[in-house]
T-cell receptor, first 112, second 116 residues
Framework: GENVEQHPSTLSVQEGDSAVIKCTYS??????FPWYKQELGKGPQLIID?????GEKKDQRIAVTLNKTAKHFSLHITETQPEDSAVYFC???????????FGTGTRLTVIP | EAQVTQNPRYLITVTGKKLTVTCSQN?????MSWYRQDPGLGLRQIYY???????DKGDVPEGYKVSRKEKRNFPLILESPSPNQTSLYFC???????????????FGSGTRLTVV
């Protein structure tokens, strides 16, 4: 099956700086790559996703890039704010987006 | 409010005592799933259901059962819980996210299960 690796496991940045989280996947058939944000005591929440027919997608301060040749994708958060502090998960799946294979998570801390 | 509701939030039980974690969604999604979250392992799929009366195993189904008698409910059953099933469990449904214009998973708030 699919194997998703995520780095780093923890990340601390100063407020206003950028944060980058990287993931690699193993199954070249995967074509759906969502990112989830999990706040303390809550379930993961979808924040952005990208499909394999697109190389980059942006939504305000959040962007995701995908390199299908290298089988890696990244989450970029610009102008970080304290409320961005959370655990972020990347995931990969096939076209139906049914069975998501998750990375192990990145705990992001934004220091005011 | 569109949501996935699971209960209970916290549960401590003893080895071998059958338990059920309930899950309900109000978005009319056909696809529902259960995940467990363990430190350093991310989320792993236990079981999923593509529609009423259609269920199948995920990546870590051993020791679990599910049922899907109606579209909105997808309970997780542990017939004889063991300590290695101590974990944080999430129910999720897959479909259009109301008001967001995207298609993806909506997760419940989680059930922290401890088996002693």
């Amino acid at each position: 099956g699919e194997n998703v690796e995520q780095h780093p496991s923890t990340l601390s940045v100063q407020e206003g700086d950028s944060a980058v989280i990287k993931c690699t996947y193993s199954d070249s058939a995967s074509n759906y790559f969502p990112w989830y944000k999990q706040e303390l005591g809550k379930g993961p929440q979808l924040i952005i996703d990208i499909r394999s027919n697109v190389g980059e997608k942006k939504d305000q301060r959040i962007a995701v890039t995908l390199n299908k040749t290298a089988k890696h994708f990244s989450l970029h958060i610009t102008e970080t704010q304290p409320e961005d502090s959370a655990v972020y998960f990347c995931a990969a799946s096939g076209a139906g987006a049914n069975n998501l294979f998750f990375g192990t998570g990145t705990r992001l801390t934004v220091i005011p | 409010e569109a949501q996935v509701t699971q209960n209970p939030r916290y549960l401590i039980t003893v080895t071998g005592k059958k338990l059920t974690v309930t899950c309900s969604q109000n978005m009319n999604h056909e696809y529902m799933s259960w995940y467990r979250q363990d430190p350093g392992l991310g989320l792993r799929q236990i079981y999923y259901s593509m529609n009423v009366e259609v269920t199948d195993k995920g990546d870590v189904p051993e020791g679990y059962k599910v049922s899907r008698k109606e579209k909105r409910n997808f309970p997780l059953i542990l017939e004889s819980p063991s300590p290695n099933q101590t974990s944080l469990y999430f129910c999720a449904s897959l479909g259009p996210l109301p008001g967001q214009g995207i298609y993806g998973y909506t997760f419940g708030s989680g059930t922290r299960l401890t088996v002693v």
